[in-house]
């Protein structure tokens, strides 16, 4: 119960400052060519028919979480550390070369989306990690989103492997020590028992793997089997348990922080 208190209270602090944008749009696109400030996600962009969302709003299944998540977990940011963090993400197409100005792009639901990126997309990508950039691949769940990532990932990295991330990889430690037990679901893989108390139902084992360039250094993290963004979005949700939300924020500042320094 102490938890849960203590997780209520911070998460009360952090949202404290948060703004209304629940009516921002993913599809609009912003034309400024560099962030707006020190620290800015660009969620990127593919092609895809599916959309989902929550809370009315419907959004293309790449910004699936879009505004609430961004708005949450930047006004976390500001508050945990003193990066200089935008109001709100930048949405890139991987050809738009503006992405080379952002050192941490962020991809939802590559499986649900059907990610096939071009032969277009695979040459700028490519060029952008070996350029030092960095990737977040979130919300994707079983086999079959598995498959699909991992075939668009080899267009991209024919000769380097996913693997798994070791416990002792800075990413774990950077400035928060992750917990890999405590899960960090979907608002969909809940569900209330019949004593009134919340469970979680994954659709497999939470599972953290990456892709290393030849200097050992992480370039992807493919976060399986969980759903960071809805544990950002939901962070005002009283039917989301708070120590999720708390650890998917001490897990985005720690990827922040990492892909700013690395």
Same mark, same amino acid.
């Given at each position: 119960m102490g938890l849960r208190i203590a997780a209520v209270g911070l998460i009360g602090l952090l949202l404290g400052a948060i703004g209304s944008g629940q009516n921002g749009s993913a599809d609009v696109d912003d034309e400024s060519d560099m962030p707006d400030a020190e620290f800015q996600i660009a969620r990127l962009k593919y092609a895809t028919n599916a959309r989902a969302g929550s809370r009315g709003i419907s959004q293309p299944i790449w910004a699936v979480d879009y505004p609430l998540a961004d708005e949450h977990f930047f006004d976390a940011l500001r508050r945990l550390t003193r990066i200089e963090t935008a109001e709100d993400s930048r949405h890139l197409e991987a050809t738009d070369d503006r992405i080379f100005q952002y050192p941490f792009l962020w991809m939802q639901q590559p499986g649900r989306g059907y990610w096939t990126p071009t032969a277009a997309e695979v040459r700028n990508l490519r060029k952008y990690f070996d350029r030092g950039g960095f990737l977040i691949v979130d %919300?994707?769940?079983?086999?079959? %989103?598995? +498959?699909i990532f991992e075939s668009s990932m080899e267009e991209v990295f024919p000769d380097r492997p996913i693997v798994d991330i070791p416990d002792d990889d800075p990413l774990m430690h950077i400035f928060f020590d992750l917990d890999r037990r405590l899960p960090v679901p979907g608002h969909r893989h809940l569900y209330i028992d019949g004593n009134g108390q919340t469970q979680v139902q994954m659709e497999g084992p939470p599972t953290w793997r990456g892709i290393y360039d030849e200097k050992g250094r992480l370039q992807v993290v493919a976060l399986f089997n969980m759903d960071m963004g809805d544990a950002w979005e939901h962070a005002d949700d009283p039917t989301y348990p +708070?120590?999720?939300?708390?650890? +998917?924020?001490?897990l985005g500042v720690n990827l922040v922080l990492h892909a700013m320094t690395h």
């Open positions: %919300d994707f769940h079983g086999e079959q %989103d598995w +498959a +708070a120590p999720m939300t708390l650890d +998917a924020y001490r």
